[in-house]
């Protein structure tokens, strides 16, 4: 049974930094694209992140390119995302997600399982 | 880029069908037949329901179906259950490797 749990999430200041990680078992984790997507407060799901299952290739959204680092430790069967420069604006739940493929691939993007998310609040 | 424009609620009664449509450009939507859809009830995760504009993971009930004409897909649910109300999203890949969600359709079963 695939398991994803984020936890990393928390209240911090603008400007500042966050690292949240997406433990999973259950999965051949080194074998599988793995993604970030957030749904702010009362808003829609975003995609964030995506890294290819061996970590060689990351691709982000516009709105955090520059600012976000997805990064992935296979023998730790462990996601991660960093944030840097936070703004308001990051206020959101974050899910990781397990892609169907490689994720080597962004157009072949599915999600087929998720995790129950992380809150980040971005607040003075 | 910006999300897909869906309609913010749509609504039908038991037994109904019902259509959630999905409008993007010619950058995402219009250039790809990779269109998916997912279901999410609050406090759960999302599900995967429709994926490549018509095509059903296996277990997912065949009342479901997609479709896609020039810059909009849609969703169809037949034989509307309770069970069906929820958040629905569309998602597509668009041009220079970005995904998009749609804004997110609230289904309620009256």
């Known amino acids: 049974q695939v398991q994803l749990v984020e936890s990393g999430g928390g209240v911090v200041q603008p400007g500042r930094s966050l690292r949240l990680s997406c433990a999973a078992s259950?999965?051949?984790?080194?074998?599988?694209?793995m993604h970030w997507v957030r749904q702010a407060p009362g808003k829609g799901l975003e995609w964030v992140a995506l890294?290819?299952?061996?970590?060689?290739?990351?691709f982000y959204a516009d709105s955090v390119r520059g600012r976000f680092t997805i990064s992935r430790d296979n023998s730790k069967n462990t996601l991660y995302l960093q944030m840097n420069s936070l703004r308001a604006e990051d206020t959101a739940v974050y899910y990781c997600?397990?892609?169907?493929?490689?994720?080597?691939?962004?157009?072949?993007?599915?999600?087929?399982?998720w995790g129950q998310g992380t809150l980040v609040t971005v607040s003075s | 880029q910006s999300a897909l424009t869906q309609p913010a609620s749509v609504s039908g009664s038991p037994g109904q069908s019902i259509t959630i449509s999905c409008t993007g450009t010619s950058s995402d939507v219009g250039s790809y037949n990779l269109v998916s859809w997912y279901q999410h009830h609050p406090g759960k995760a999302p599900k995967l329901m429709i994926y490549e504009g018509n095509k059903r993971p296996s277990g997912v009930s065949n009342r479901f179906s997609g479709s896609k004409s020039g810059n909009t897909a849609s969703l169809t649910i037949s034989g509307l259950q309770a069970e069906d109300e929820a958040d629905y999203y569309c998602?597509?890949?668009?041009?220079?490797?970005?995904?998009?969600f749609g804004g997110g359709t609230k289904l309620t079963v009256l």
């Open positions: 998602f597509s890949y668009a041009d220079t490797s970005t995904l998009l």
């Open positions: 890294i290819s299952y061996d970590g060689s290739k990351k």
């Open positions: 997600a397990k892609d169907r493929g490689f994720g080597v691939v962004v157009a072949a993007t599915l999600f087929d399982y």
């Open positions: 259950g999965l051949t984790f080194s074998s599988y694209g």
